[in-house]
């Protein structure tokens, strides 16, 4: 047998170096700076600045920032990482994260999961450690309210101390009222006091302003870092911020002064308050979308959701509903959802009908047509990325090609994953050059898997198929679509003769050169005997798990460039089911692309467990 004649079907590149021409707006995963400067989005409010102008880490463009539990968020919204925390260094710009470390950490307890109701009366009870100390008692033992707890509490210099070291409102001081637990607030009050005057000399003797209190609100004194807390109070003349305790977010004045006993929010009717809010990832999955609404008005998704907000959840593009679904969740006072939606399903292998006209070798064609259809590019060693094969989308995360294409021939093994990424919604091969029309989606792979016995060194290439697993869920659009797939592995495997199948590709067309636009063709599946009978040199490639499509018109065929795309069938439910994998070319591999010729695909049906495997390890919700 001449193994020579087995016409591999790689890939020559055309090294077109085109500049990359970005006008005015970034790209897909970057962050535009207020002057203009494209960063990464990751570098958007992470602590340091990244942008010259700085703009990325302002509060402007932070405070809407969610930070997940793990992490640290700073003053001003960024997220930081949690072990950054007064660490001694400085990690959010404006140092936030060593500001609040003398505060006595609270001992491990079981109420240490619980970030709001984090402190653990001695009866068990968890309850905000906001509420530890503050004249009143929370714990029905009022553990929370002892000498023993209480006794190391340092007060705000304008709070009264109570005897056994809670810190109360200097207001309620001889109002005639218990402030105290211990009633030492109302101790040696024979005679009313004259009004409280603040006892710092240096500060002009203004009237203070109590804090308002609402779910651990405090207050940071802006120019001395001094917190107040609940019960404290405002000095008159000094400007403080508000902050919240984790998991709420500050409504209101985010600043304020205390003017002569008002405070500028209050005069303004702007009171910080301090809500829960819930989580709106739940909102911002792949399969579903949701409106939401809050007092009868559409707002943003992706703002902080505050309780009473509702959500309407409807199916992504290119997905349906599943028997079951929620239709409506509701944000609830806790900051939980009511409910949880299912993800949608994903409607595979359908195509919108508009058909551009032949023009040569095989219909150009929109990305419409062959919505599946995947495009692989490899780095060279100057980090260009080159074209090199076809793939199907079959799901969100997962796109089939060719294992040949990730193979090293020379060593002998899988290259590095790291020198793959995928584009889907292309119309145009080069990676750089974008169809106006349609917005292309990149992604690179977390992991590809090819089956163990694949056989690139024999050339019979058995189980000539890869499965890439990509890190970011591709986002159906019409002109993104999965593939359909046999999932019942009891199917005949076998595919019959005379099948016509749609055939995708930025191969070489008849001018000899790869084409720069998507092409596809209708190829007919023939009998394995038949092909054996006609191709006699190449019968040992043509293994159990492939089969052959034969060629005779001179100006369409399948060519180098081509592998890895898929061999579409449509069914009897008008929607497009991925058959085959274009593997290799049964020729010489002088003779150029076009008249009789035959290609082998392999047999997607005898590879669905890998995929099916595949699917259940990488499902989107
Ligand atoms: C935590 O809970 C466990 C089981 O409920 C209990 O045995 C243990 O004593 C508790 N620890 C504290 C510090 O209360
Ligand atoms: C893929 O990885 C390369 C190298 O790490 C990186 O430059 C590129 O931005 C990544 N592409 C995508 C779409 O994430
Ligand atoms: C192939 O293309 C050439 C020119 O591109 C054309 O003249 C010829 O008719 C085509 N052949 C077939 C079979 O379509």
Same mark, same amino acid.
Not at 118 to 129: A, K, M, P, V, Y
Not at 385 to 398: P, Q
Not at 583 to 595: D, F, I, M, R, V
């Given at each position: 047998?001449?193994?020579?004649?087995?016409?591999?079907?790689?890939?020559?590149?055309?090294?077109?170096?085109?500049?990359?021409?970005?006008?005015?707006?970034?790209?897909? /995963?970057?962050?535009?700076?207020? #002057?203009?400067?494209?960063?990464?989005?990751?570098?958007?409010?992470?602590?340091?600045? +990244?942008?010259?102008?700085?703009?990325?880490?302002?509060?402007?463009?932070?405070?809407?920032?969610?930070?997940?539990?793990?992490?640290?968020?700073?003053?001003?919204?960024?997220?930081?990482?949690?072990?950054?925390?007064?660490?001694?260094?400085?990690?959010?710009?404006?140092?936030?994260?060593?500001?609040?470390?003398?505060?006595?950490?609270?001992?491990?307890?079981?109420?240490?999961?619980?970030?709001?109701?984090?402190?653990?009366? %001695?009866?068990?009870?968890?309850?905000?450690?906001?509420?530890?100390?503050?004249?009143?008692?929370?714990?029905?033992?009022?553990?929370?309210?002892?000498?023993?707890?209480?006794?190391?509490?340092?007060?705000?210099?304008?709070?009264?101390?109570?005897?056994?070291?809670?810190?109360?409102?200097?207001?309620?001081?001889? #109002? &005639?009222?218990?402030?105290?637990?211990? &009633?030492?607030?109302?101790?040696?009050?024979?005679?009313?006091?004259?009004?409280?005057?603040?006892?710092?000399?240096?500060?002009?003797?203004?009237?203070?302003?109590?804090?308002?209190?609402?779910?651990?609100?405090?207050?940071?004194?802006?120019?001395?870092?001094?917190?107040?807390?609940?019960? /404290?109070?405002?000095? =008159?003349? =000094?400007?403080?911020?508000?902050?919240?305790?984790?998991?709420?977010?500050?409504?209101?004045?985010?600043? %304020?002064?205390?003017?002569?006993?008002?405070?500028?929010?209050?005069?303004?009717?702007?009171?910080?308050?301090?809500?829960?809010?819930?989580?709106?990832?739940?909102?911002?999955?792949?399969?579903?979308?949701?409106?939401?609404?809050?007092? @009868?008005?559409?707002?943003?998704?992706?703002?902080?959701?505050?309780?009473?907000?509702?959500?309407?959840?409807?199916?992504?593009?290119?997905?349906?509903?599943?028997?079951?679904?929620? +239709?409506?969740?509701?944000?609830?006072?806790? /900051?939980?959802?009511?409910?949880?939606?299912?993800?949608?399903?994903?409607?595979?292998?359908?195509?919108?009908?508009?058909?551009?006209?032949?023009?040569?070798?095989?219909?150009?064609?929109?990305?419409?047509?062959?919505?599946?259809?995947?495009?692989?590019?490899?780095?060279?060693?100057?980090?260009?990325?080159? $074209?090199?094969?076809?793939?199907?989308?079959?799901? !969100?995360?997962?796109?089939?090609?060719?294992? +040949?294409?990730?193979?090293?021939?020379?060593?002998?093994?899988?290259?590095?994953?790291?020198?793959?990424?995928? &584009?889907?919604?292309?119309?145009?091969?080069?990676?750089?050059?974008?169809?106006?029309?349609?917005?292309?989606?990149?992604?690179?792979?977390?992991?590809?898997?090819?089956?163990?016995?694949?056989?690139?060194?024999?050339?019979?290439? *058995?189980?000539?198929? !890869?499965?890439?697993?990509?890190?970011? !869920?591709?986002?159906?659009?019409?002109?993104?679509?999965?593939?359909?797939?046999?999932?019942?592995?009891?199917?005949?495997?076998?595919?019959?003769?005379? *099948?016509?199948? @749609?055939?995708?590709?930025?191969?070489?067309?008849?001018?000899?050169?790869? =084409?720069?636009?998507?092409?596809?063709?209708?190829?007919?599946?023939?009998?394995?005997?038949?092909?054996?009978?006609?191709?006699?040199?190449?019968?040992?490639?043509?293994?159990?798990?492939?089969?052959?499509?034969?060629?005779? %018109?001179?100006? #369409?065929?399948?060519?180098?460039?081509?592998?890895?795309? /898929?061999?579409?069938? @449509?069914?009897? #439910?008008?929607?497009?089911?991925?058959?085959?994998?274009?593997?290799?070319?049964?020729?010489?591999?002088?003779?150029?692309?076009?008249?009789?010729?035959?290609?082998?695909?392999?047999?997607?049906?005898? $590879?669905?467990?890998?995929?099916?495997?595949?699917?259940?390890?990488?499902?989107?919700?």
């Amino acid at each position: 047998m001449a193994t020579t004649g087995i016409l591999f079907l790689k890939f020559i590149f055309l090294l077109t170096l085109y500049a990359f021409v970005v006008d005015g707006a970034c790209n897909a /995963g970057e962050w535009r700076c207020a #002057n203009g400067d494209c960063i990464e989005q990751e570098a958007l409010c992470d602590g340091t600045y +990244h942008c010259n102008d700085q703009s990325d880490e302002s509060k402007e463009n932070c405070l809407r920032t969610y930070c997940p539990r793990y992490a640290f968020r700073c003053s001003y919204g960024a997220c930081i990482r949690k072990s950054a925390e007064c660490d001694g260094n400085k990690d959010c710009v404006d140092n936030s994260d060593e500001l609040q470390c003398t505060k006595e950490e609270l001992p491990q307890t079981n109420c240490s999961g619980d970030e709001d109701n984090n402190f653990q009366c %001695d009866s068990g009870h968890c309850i905000s450690e906001y509420n530890v100390c503050d004249g009143e008692a929370h714990c029905s033992d009022k553990s929370d309210e002892t000498l023993k707890r209480c006794l190391k509490t340092t007060c705000p210099s304008y709070s009264y101390r109570c005897a056994y070291g809670a810190c109360i409102s200097k207001r309620a001081v001889c #109002n &005639g009222i218990h402030d105290c637990i211990d &009633g030492s607030d109302e101790v040696g009050c024979d005679t009313p006091r004259p009004p409280i005057q603040p006892t710092s000399g240096s500060v002009s003797p203004g009237k203070n302003c109590a804090l308002p209190s609402s779910n651990g609100l405090f207050a940071k004194d802006t120019e001395t870092n001094e917190i107040i807390r609940f019960g /404290g109070f405002l000095k =008159s003349g =000094s400007s403080y911020d508000y902050q919240c305790p984790k998991n709420h977010i500050l409504l209101g004045a985010l600043k %304020d002064i205390c003017n002569g006993g008002e405070l500028l929010s209050a005069s303004n009717r702007i009171t910080p308050t301090c809500s829960r809010y819930c989580n709106h990832q739940i909102l911002r999955k792949v399969t579903t979308q949701a409106v939401c609404k809050y007092k @009868k008005n559409t707002i943003n998704c992706n703002d902080y959701i505050l309780p009473g907000t509702t959500a309407d959840i409807r199916c992504q593009y290119g997905y349906e509903e599943p028997v079951t679904q929620v +239709h409506s969740i509701t944000c609830l006072e806790s /900051g939980d959802w009511d409910n949880q939606p299912y993800p949608c399903i994903p409607t595979c292998g359908s195509t919108p009908l508009a058909q551009k006209p032949f023009i040569y070798g095989g219909y150009t064609t929109t990305i419409t047509n062959i919505p599946w259809q995947a495009a692989i590019y490899k780095r060279n060693a100057v980090g260009r990325y080159t $074209h090199i094969c076809g793939g199907s989308i079959v799901t !969100a995360k997962l796109v089939v090609t060719a294992a +040949h294409c990730l193979w090293d021939r020379q060593r002998h093994e899988a290259m590095h994953k790291s020198l793959f990424t995928v &584009g889907v919604g292309k119309t145009r091969r080069d990676y750089y050059i974008e169809d106006a029309d349609y917005t292309p989606q990149f992604s690179n792979i977390s992991e590809f898997h090819i089956p163990l016995y694949f056989a690139a060194d024999d050339l019979s290439y *058995v189980a000539d198929i !890869a499965v890439l697993v990509l890190n970011n !869920a591709i986002i159906f659009k019409n002109f993104i679509v999965p593939i359909c797939w046999e999932r019942q592995s009891t199917v005949n495997k076998e595919i019959e003769s005379n *099948v016509i199948g @749609k055939i995708a590709g930025w191969g070489k067309d008849e001018t000899g050169e790869a =084409s720069e636009f998507l092409k596809f063709i209708d190829l007919e599946s023939i009998s394995k005997k038949d092909c054996k009978t006609r191709v006699p040199n190449y019968e040992t490639s043509i293994t159990a798990d492939k089969f052959c499509v034969k060629s005779d %018109d001179l100006n #369409n065929s399948i060519c180098d460039g081509d592998s890895g795309g /898929g061999f579409a069938v @449509k069914k009897m #439910n008008n929607k497009y089911y991925l058959e085959g994998v274009v593997s290799t070319g049964l020729k010489p591999p002088e003779q150029a692309c076009g008249g009789d010729s035959y290609t082998t695909f392999t047999n997607v049906r005898h $590879h669905i467990e890998l995929i099916g495997d595949l699917e259940k390890a990488n499902r989107v919700y």
